[in-house]
Nanobody, 115 residues
Framework: QAHLEESGGGLVQPGGSLRLSCRPSGITDELYLLGWYRQTPGKEREMVALIRVAGNINYSNAVQGRFKISRDNTDNTIYLQMNYVKPEDTAVYYC?????????WGRGLQVTVSS
């Protein structure tokens, strides 16, 4: 069954680093866009970073310059390298992969930034 396999997340101190990964599995549609969103209680899910298979990358203003998204073109695994994290980066992070027929979301990874 098609799904997104996420890994990473956890507790990190302010100023530290963390890496999330997401591997699409069983998705037969052609992929053109992959990315990460995040959500905190009581707020809407917000875009963090998007990467197109063609290479274009977009970041939210909140993470620009601190986070880096990348993609392994052998299996479309994407990574989110989170550097200089702040307490306001605390959220559940979701992998996001839309296709021409369906939108896939990961189960979510808790990231907590705290000393």
């Amino acid at each position: 069954q098609a799904h997104l396999e996420e890994s990473g997340g956890g507790l990190v101190q302010p100023g530290g680093s963390l890496r999330l990964s997401c591997r699409p599995s069983g998705i037969t549609d052609e992929l053109y866009l992959l990315g990460w969103y995040r959500q905190t209680p009581g707020k809407e899910r917000e875009m963090v970073a998007l990467i197109r298979v063609a290479g274009n990358i977009n970041y939210s203003n909140a993470v620009q310059g601190r986070f880096k998204i990348s993609r392994d073109n052998t299996d479309n695994t994407i990574y989110l390298q989170m550097n200089y994290v702040k307490p306001e980066d605390t959220a559940v992070y979701y992998c996001y992969v839309p296709t021409g027929t369906q939108t896939y979301w990961g189960r979510g990874l808790q990231v907590t930034v705290s000393s």
